[in-house]
Structure formats: C-alpha cells, structure tokens
T-cell receptor, first 111, second 114 residues
Framework: KNQVEQSPQSLIILEGKNCTLQ??????????LRWYKQDTGRGPVSLTI?????NTKSNGRYTATLDADTKQSSLHITASQLSDSASYICVVKGGYSTLTFGKGTMLLVSP | DSGVTQTPKHLITATGQRVTLRCSPR?????VYWYQQSLDQGLQFLIQ???????AKGNILERFSAQQFPDLHSELNLSSLELGDSALYFC?????????????FGPGTRLLVL
C-alpha cells in the first residue's frame, strides 16, 4: 500500500533558527516528490518538485533533499521567519498519476 | 493569489442534500484536480480531469461525481451528504500532465454538513 509518513507531527522553533522536516514514503513506482506549504485556511502552495534523478532542490530558504534508495526526503528551512508558520505537506506521485499525501508537519515559528 | 478560483467559499447544508462546488483553473491550465481535506485525514486526492476527460481517480466516493466543461471549468457534485463529508474541498490546476508540473491550488470551499 502506498504511504507517506511525515515527522514530526508538529514543531515549535524560535525565529531565526533552522529546522528539518522528514518524509518517508513507500510509493511505487515513483514519479516525483513534492513539498507544499499550507497556511491555515488557504490552499497549499508548491515549494519544490523532485524527480528520481534529483537529490536536492532549493527555493529560497527552503531546501529539499531526496534519497530515492532509502525513499526518504527532507525539507530544511534556514533562518526561519514568523511567516514560515504553516503546515508542510509531502506528496509523492506514483504510477498512473496517483498522488499520496502525507498528513503534514505543523510548524510554528515563535518570536 | 494562485489564479485558481473556487465558489462558494463557504457552504452549510443538511444531511441528505446535494451540493455543487465550482472551480475555474488558471488561464491556460488544462488539468483540474479535486481534493478533500478533513482535520483527521489530511489532503485526499479525489479525481483529476484533463481537457474535459477524466484522467485519474483517487478516494472518491460513489456519491461524489465531477466533470470538466469545454471552457475547462470544473464542478464537483456531492450528493446524499453525510456529516463526515464536512471538510475543505480544494481544486488545483496545472498546465499539462508532465511529472514536473506544479499544481496551483485554489482557496478552497469549506463545506459544513449539519
């Protein structure tokens, strides 16, 4: 069964600190992995998309990594800002355009 | 603003009723996706249309149906509503079907079934 597990479930960090969110998946076959940021009450916004051959991708202060061998991805946020407070969702696209969503990590950046 | 619009923003209805949610994709986007997000389940993919044709199906109940019209807007029909159907329903669009295409999400329709 295709699954995407994210950890931690929630996280509180101080403004300016770095953090890393984890995503483990068992989706097969694998097409790509996406990280989304979802502010409360709003639609998700795409941060990064990575295919099998890519092992790192950056978008400003967000850097995603992918290890296709171990089926793990991480999202690293550098120098966190209050506006980074949101839910971060890992999504894996498999065969036949199937999408498997993680339940998200709720990040709170505290002043 | 993603360019994807959804109406209505909020909807309150009773069990057993039927509702229609509407989505207009970004200009030029051919693919439309529907998602359900409830507090305990996270985002669940329901169905995808590409240029008017159904392309992929996820965890969509038989009571739910969708279609994409020639002008590329899409509607999600929910019938025989149950309390558990209360959720945020998101529509997303993308230009094509390529694996690298990002999906742009609309603001969602919040459905409350009483």
């Amino acid at each position: 069964k295709n699954q995407v597990e994210q950890s931690p479930q929630s996280l509180i960090i101080l403004e300016g600190k770095n953090c890393t969110l984890q995503c483990n998946y068992t989706v097969s076959p694998f097409s790509n992995l996406r990280w989304y940021k979802q502010d409360t009450g709003r639609g998700p916004v795409s941060l990064t998309i990575m295919t099998f051959s890519e092992n790192t991708k950056s978008n400003g202060r967000y850097t995603a990594t992918l290890d296709a061998d171990t089926k793990q991805s991480s999202l690293h946020i550098t120098a966190s800002q209050l506006s980074d407070s949101a839910s971060y969702i890992c999504v894996v696209k498999g065969g036949y355009s199937t999408l498997t969503f993680g339940k998200g990590t709720m990040l709170l950046v505290s002043p | 603003d993603s360019g994807v619009t959804q109406t209505p923003k909020h909807l309150i209805t009773a069990t057993g009723q039927r509702v229609t949610l509407r989505c207009s994709p970004r200009s030029g986007d051919l693919s439309v996706y529907w998602y359900q997000q409830s507090l305990d389940q996270g985002l669940q993919f329901l169905i995808q249309y590409y240029n008017g044709e159904e392309r992929a199906k996820g965890n969509i109940l038989e009571r739910f149906s969708a279609q994409q019209f020639p002008d590329l807007h899409s509607e999600l029909n929910l019938s025989s509503l149950e309390l558990g159907d209360s959720a945020l329903y998101f529509c997303a669009s993308s230009r094509e079907e390529g694996p690298q295409r990002a999906q742009y999400f609309g603001p969602g329709t919040r459905l409350l079934v009483l």
